[in-house]
Structures are given as structure tokens and as C-alpha cells.
């Protein structure tokens, strides 16, 4: 517990401080459950600085993501209140150490969920649905890392903005999404390349942090992982993600 705290530590200095560090590797090399604990370890301490966790974040859930860091396994983190961004702010780049933008689906949950659970019961739960963006910034240095890196570091997760919330009827099934960068599209897909339809990503939510004694809250936040590579960040960027049907989420990059 003492090399998995040193770890937690590790991470979370990382985060906080935005300085790069090295992977885990040899002997320090972290397997999957081992990481999940030093995630859990990590926000502890953030947790202790006031923070606190409104959701979670599903990671990999599209083949474009899992090409572009080279792993082929859905994964999970947590969401604070720090880490959110108002529609329309503005983000300090020096705040992050590889800062990169992801187009994403938020889920607001109405009802607890926990376990194996379906489709049609995860989507009961869900309040409303918005369209969203995910601020990843892994905290290793040259951008390389591993499975085990990515997890112990809340799989990437760093910030997130989320549009005007929609009726949970909204059809999200097959939803054309824009990347924009200072206007320009930098990325193109669909809801559907989001494990075939964003809701299997809340239902693996569900199941997967219930390994880990949580529960998806009514009230949680649960982004459903990007649809597209994510697209990297530059100072003076204004950063647009354009849902069909759903509306947009924005911000920009303070020069």
C-alpha cells in the first residue's frame, strides 16, 4: 500500500502542479487493479483539498481513441468540481502539461445506478443529455504511457464543459459531431462510434466502478467518451463542439 500511495502521490503532484513525469515502468510498472487503486489513492488527496466528485468520466470507448494512445480497453475516471469548466470560459494553458479537446455526450443522471445493469434501465435513470467537451491532459512525459499510466493518472481526465442539456428522450444514437478549432473542423464523427451507442458506455459505467465500491449518483455527470481522436490545444484556441440535434459545448485558451 505504501508503493501504491507513493504513486497516488506521484499523480497528483502531476496534476496539480502540471509537470510531467516519468511512466511507470520495471519494477514500478502498474497492472490494471493496482492503477484503479492509485486513481482512488490520488483523488483521496483531492478530495482532502476540498474538492469534490461530481461523476465520472468513460475513456477509449471509440476505435479513433484507442488508435491514437495504442490500447484496445475501455477504462474509467473520476470527475471533480474543479475540473469544470463553465460553457464559454476560458482555461489557462499552463494549467495542463499535453492538453488536448475530445468531443463528447454528458449524461445527468435522475436515479442511482450500480452493477450489471441494461440499456433501457441505465437511460431510465438519465435525466438529460447535453453535448460536451473533455479537456484529457496526460501527465507523462513524451506523451507516452500504458495502460496502467493512463488509469493511475484518472485516465487523463483534467476538465470538461457541457452544453445546454436536452430532453433524455433525445435520440443519441447516431448524432453527426464537430470538432471546431478557432472555426475550423478538426474532427468529424458520430455518436454512433461511441461503443455503437453512448448509452453502452453508462451502462459499462455502471458496472465497472461498482468493482471499485462506487455508485453513478443521481445528480452525477457521466461522460460517454469521445467520439473522434482528440485534437491538441494552443494558446489563444477557442474550442467548439457542435452535437446534431443536441446544440454545442465551448471554450477557449487564455494566450
Known amino acids: 500500500m505504501s508503493d501504491l500511495a507513493n504513486a497516488a502521490q506521484i499523480v497528483d503532484e502531476a496534476a496539480r502542479t502540471a509537470n510531467a513525469i516519468p511512466q ?136 470538461f464543459i457541457v452544453g445546454n442539456w436536452c430532453a433524455p428522450e433525445s435520440d443519441i444514437s447516431n448524432l453527426g459531431m464537430l470538432l471546431e478549432a478557432n472555426g475550423r473542423v478538426v474532427q468529424a464523427g458520430s455518436s454512433a462510434a461511441i461503443l455503437g451507442h453512448p448509452v453502452r458506455a453508462l451502462v459499462a459505467a455502471a458496472r465497472m466502478v461498482a468493482k471499485w465500491g462506487e455508485t453513478l449518483q443521481a445528480g452525477d455527470i457521466v461522460l460517454a467518451g469521445a467520439a473522434t481522436a482528440a485534437h491538441h490545444l494552443q494558446p489563444g484556441m477557442n474550442i467548439r463542439v457542435s452535437v446534431q440535434n443536441l446544440g454545442s459545448a465551448s471554450f477557449s485558451v487564455r494566450k
Open 24 to 159: 511507470f515502468t520495471g519494477d514500478q510498472a502498474l497492472g490494471l487493479d493496482d492503477a484503479y487503486a492509485v486513481q482512488a489513492l490520488s483523488l483521496a488527496r483531492r478530495y482532502a483539498r476540498g474538492e469534490r466528485r461530481v461523476g465520472f468520466k468513460m475513456g477509449l470507448t471509440s476505435r479513433a481513441k484507442m488508435l491514437q494512445v495504442g490500447v484496445d480497453e475501455v477504462i474509467w475516471g473520476r470527475l471533480t468540481n474543479a475540473m469544470r469548466v463553465e460553457e464559454g470560459g476560458e482555461v489557462a494553458m499552463e494549467s495542463y502539461v499535453h492538453p488536448r479537446a475530445e468531443p463528447e455526450i454528458a449524461f445527468l443522471l435522475a436515479e442511482p445506478l450500480s452493477g450489471d445493469i441494461s440499456a433501457v434501465q441505465a437511460m431510465a435513470a438519465v435525466e438529460a443529455v447535453a453535448p460536451a467537451v473533455e479537456i484529457i491532459d496526460s501527465r507523462y512525459q513524451n506523451f507516452k504511457f500504458s495502460l496502467g499510466d493512463v488509469v493511475a493518472d484518472n485516465s487523463s481526465s483534467s476538465g
